[in-house]
Nanobody, 120 residues
Framework: QVQVVESGGGLVQPGGSLRLSCAVS????????MGWYRQAPGKQRELVAV???????NYSDSVKGRFTIARDNTRNTVYLQMNSLKPEDTAIYYC??????????????WGQGTQVTVSS
């Protein structure tokens, strides 16, 4: 009922930039929060940044000052601008969207993930 599709990953050199996009579609009544998470090999999935409908934003300490999350409510899309990338930012980045369906039930759905590799 809800589709979450990420795009924009790739290979970038240290110090470079990438912008990720995540589009949400389906039988949606509202999107309360949209967030980016990442999972590096051998590690647990961790929060990178989240933005609510307020909008209120929250970032992990490891990306504060380098990453910016923003949402376009007209397109049900969230973006993650990543600057000053470091090798330790290498991971699969996942988008999550949460809210309510038109029938009233809550949802929280994930995208398939997009690979970000920071390497020289």
């Amino acid at each position: 009922q809800v589709q979450v599709v990420e795009s924009g990953g790739g290979l970038v050199q240290p110090g470079g930039s990438l912008r990720l996009s995540c589009a949400v579609s389906g039988d949606i009544f509202s999107i309360t929060a949209m967030g980016w998470y990442r999972q590096a090999p051998g590690k647990q999935r961790e929060l990178v940044a989240v933005i609510t409908s307020g909008p209120i934003t929250n970032y992990s300490d490891s990306v504060k000052g380098r990453f910016t999350i923003a949402r376009d409510n007209t397109r049900n899309t969230v973006y993650l601008q990543m600057n000053s990338l470091k090798p330790e930012d290498t991971a699969i980045y996942y988008c999550n969207a949460a809210g309510r369906l038109r029938v009233g039930a809550p949802y929280s759905d994930w995208g398939q993930g997009t690979q970000v590799t920071v390497s020289s």
